[in-house]
């Protein structure tokens, strides 16, 4: 494999100084034969890169005809490239071939920064996005573990949380019909009678309804006042009570 290369390196070179002593006295300026001379230096790159290469160290420095064919390959790369830089100068001038070489040397250095500022670029890319997607894990960490305390303290709080119905006021039980409040109606006064220093007073109200209430006979009984609703009731017998009255007090 080494061998092809280096075989392959030494045709181009030739084939190209060929080309190039052909046509040098017709072309009209270098770029007629760019493409030749581009073909030289690629040569003659591949014969330097792949010296020696592929093989052992033993082999490298051991074989005698290893380093012949290396000296003779060299040999002649430096005879057809002083052949070419005299042709070219004589052709376009005695700066010519060096003008040549100053231009690749910069095109060469050219390219060197222009990869090595993509490697730079590259790199630096690869570091955004490590660290875009570093900053993206801590803050899906950060959101789980709010997460999670979330869930924790909601539970823990739905635990140690019993529910106490709002204690709501008179008047809200009324209205939401918790309380019930009793039917009035008008007490009138119907009988009264005296009782050592008590009063026996009888009263009746709408639909038959008796009360009978006891009061100090310095106050007397009331006209009327609200009682309780109490449909069909049966008159209270006053003689009876003062009779059980009587019978306490004995």
Do not use: H
């Amino acid at each position: 494999m080494v061998v092809a290369e280096i075989l392959t390196g030494i045709a181009l070179v030739q084939k190209s100084v060929e080309f190039i002593k052909s046509n040098i006295s017709t072309v009209q300026d270098i770029s007629g034969i760019a493409k030749q001379i581009d073909g030289f230096f690629t040569g003659a790159d591949q014969m330097n890169k792949k010296k020696g290469k592929g093989m052992s160290i033993a082999e490298q420095f051991g074989s005698v005809e290893n380093s012949a064919n290396d000296f003779i390959n060299m040999k002649l790369l430096e005879e057809q490239r002083n052949e070419l830089k005299q042709i070219i100068n004589l052709r376009f001038g005695p700066t010519a071939w060096d003008e040549i070489i100053a231009e690749r040397a910069n095109r060469i250095s050219e390219a060197k920064e222009a990869s090595r500022i993509q490697r730079i670029e590259a790199r630096q890319r690869q570091k955004e996005l490590l660290d875009t997607l570093q900053t993206i894990g801590i803050i899906f960490c950060v959101i789980a573990i709010l997460i999670i305390g979330f869930v924790v303290t909601f539970r823990a709080y739905g635990d140690s949380y019993k529910y106490t119905p709002k204690d709501y006021t008179r008047k809200q039980k009324i209205q939401r019909g918790e309380i019930i409040l009793p039917k009035m109606t008008t007490c009138r006064l119907m009988k009264q009678k005296v009782f050592k220093d008590k009063m026996a007073c009888i009263y009746i109200g709408a639909q038959k309804t008796y009360e009978m209430e006891f009061t100090d006979i310095s106050i007397g009984c009331p006209r009327k006042y609200k009682c309780k609703l109490n449909p069909n009731g049966t008159e209270p017998s006053i003689d009876s009570v003062m009779e059980s009255l009587r019978s306490i007090a004995k």
